[in-house]
Structure formats: structure tokens, C-alpha cells
């Protein structure tokens, strides 16, 4: 009986375990597909599709289907590029960004050529992703590193999406940021993740964890419709990924300047004629 129930709770710890991994790869990451066609728009079957991270430098490989179809999942966020092969045709290759929790279609066409030629593909983004039905805003790295926001509180990234805004903890000696209300619900039911980890203050609400902006690469706060992978919450779903490392060296530093000049004098050092220090 012992036995058993040593065995019962194993199971179940690891099922638990292996869930809680899934659920962070799935919030942490991207999928890149498309399909692969000639000239005639007919499938191009078992084409070499090779993908390269721009910061890394780590490659996948996959070969096409029968109808011409690749995928590639769980993928960190940032610039790849989409390489595409096969005997008896020219090399294409195009460049894609990939957002976290983003699927980016890339549909390529072979030409009859030399397989030691390459063609560049290059295209803007569409600017509806067909295949997200969350309603969200998605913040880009470069917004994430160029949008002013006061005391580079991180979370005042989330007032950007419609129905947003703040409110108060329901625990006042347990003050902390990113206490949002979205679409008029309180502010206790909103998940936030990091990195797909779980970060979710249950009691007060709010995130347990507070980042420095500077360590932010992308945030995602989905409102309504999110996917069961950003699910656990019926408020709303805030995703952030954190940045990583790359091949090349980088850094960030800021500062704050404050000129006492623009500083307006109070009541009694208008009386006394005297500036304070």
C-alpha cells in the first residue's frame, strides 16, 4: 500500500513538473512556419529549410513535407533567417522577427538555378497576424528601449493597451507595481509570467518579482481571447521575456539629470529671500 502510494505521488509530481515546463516554453517562445513552392506554384517535397538565429547563431534544420509545409516551434524571440534548399533550384533566403508568443508565416518560391546561388527575400511584416485570435498589445524591443516612461517603471508599459489601468493593492503594506485593472476588474486576477515562470503575487496580486527595464526585451499584456498557454487568469495575461545573451558584447547605461534651476522655491524662501540647499 505504501508502495502505491510513493508510486501515486511520483506520478503525479512529474506530470505536474513536465506541465509547468510545457506551460514556460509555450509562454516564452515563438513558431516559425510557411511552405515552400516553384515557380508554378506547385510543393517543392523535401527542401532543405535551415533557420539561424542573428544573435546566437544557433541553427535548426527541417525538410519540407509532402505538401511542401515546414515548422519550426518553441523558439526564442529575435531576428532569424529563413534559408531555403534544393538540388536543381537557387538558394533563397529571407530574414524574419519573431515576437515571443508570435507565429510568423514565411512562404518562400524556388527558382531553377544553381543550388550555390542565393537569392535574398526581403518584405515588411504584415500588419495583422492571422493567426493570433488574443486580443493584445505587444511591445517590441525597441519600443521597450526607446519609449520615455517615468522612473523606468517597466510595468507602465501595459497603460498602453486599451482598458488598462491602474488601482490599488488589496494589501496597502504590500504596495507593488503592475496592480492593473483591465476592463474594469480588479486588479488581483491579472497573471504575469517571466520567461514563461510563473510570477504571480496570489494574494495582493501583482507581480512577486519586479524587473529593471533594463532588463526587458519584450512585453506582452493580452486582455481578452488569450490562449490557454497565458491562461490560469480571467483578467488578463502579461508575458515578459527578459534579455539573453548573444554572440556580440552589449550593454546599456542611463542616468538622470536634474537642474536645481527649474526648481520652483517654496513659500518660505520667497519670504526670506534665501534658497534652500
Known amino acids: 500500500m505504501k508502495r502505491t502510494a510513493l508510486l501515486a505521488l511520483f506520478i503525479l509530481t512529474f506530470t505536474l513538473t513536465m ?14 512556419q510557411g511552405s515552400v513552392l516553384d515557380k508554378s506554384e506547385g510543393a517543392v517535397v523535401g527542401a532543405e529549410v535551415v533557420i539561424t538565429s ?15 509545409a515546414f515548422r519550426f516551434d518553441l523558439l526564442a ?41 542565393t537569392i535574398e527575400v526581403t518584405g515588411e511584416a504584415p500588419l495583422i497576424d492571422v493567426v ?24 507602465n508599459l501595459a497603460y498602453l493597451a486599451p482598458g488598462v489601468k491602474a ?12 496592480i492593473l485593472s483591465v476592463n474594469g476588474q480588479s486588479g488581483r486576477n491579472v497573471n504575469v509570467t ?6 504571480k503575487d496570489n494574494t495582493v496580486g501583482g507581480p512577486v518579482m519586479q ?20 491562461g490560469r487568469s480571467e483578467g488578463a495575461a502579461i508575458n515578459m521575456i527578459t534579455k539573453a545573451g548573444t554572440n556580440h558584447y552589449h550593454g546599456s547605461a542611463f542616468g538622470f539629470f536634474r537642474e536645481q534651476q527649474f526648481n520652483a ?4 524662501e520667497q519670504r526670506s529671500g534665501q534658497k534652500g540647499p
Open 211 to 230: 524587473l529593471p527595464l533594463e532588463a526587458v526585451q519584450e512585453f506582452v499584456i493580452s486582455t481578452q481571447r488569450f490562449s490557454a498557454a497565458n
Open 19 to 32: 506541465s509547468s515546463a510545457a506551460f514556460g516554453q509555450a509562454t516564452a517562445s515563438g513558431t516559425i
Open 77 to 117: 524571440a529575435g531576428f532569424y533567417t529563413v534559408k531555403v534548399s534544393k538540388a536543381g533550384f537557387s538558394t533563397v533566403a529571407q530574414t524574419v522577427e519573431l515576437l515571443v508568443g508570435q507565429t510568423v508565416t514565411a512562404n518562400l518560391t524556388l527558382n531553377p538555378g544553381s543550388i550555390t546561388e
Open 132 to 155: 493570433k485570435t488574443s486580443v493584445s498589445q505587444q511591445i517590441t524591443p525597441s519600443e521597450v528601449e526607446e519609449l520615455p516612461l517615468l522612473g523606468r517603471d517597466v510595468a
Open 167 to 178: 488601482t490599488d493593492s488589496y494589501d496597502p503594506t504590500k504596495n507593488r507595481y503592475a
Open 54 to 68: 542573428k544573435a546566437s547563431g544557433a541553427s535548426r534544420t527541417v525538410a519540407t513535407s509532402d505538401t511542401g
Open 265 to 268: 522655491e517654496n513659500v518660505f
Open 194 to 199: 517571466i520567461n514563461g515562470v510563473d510570477n
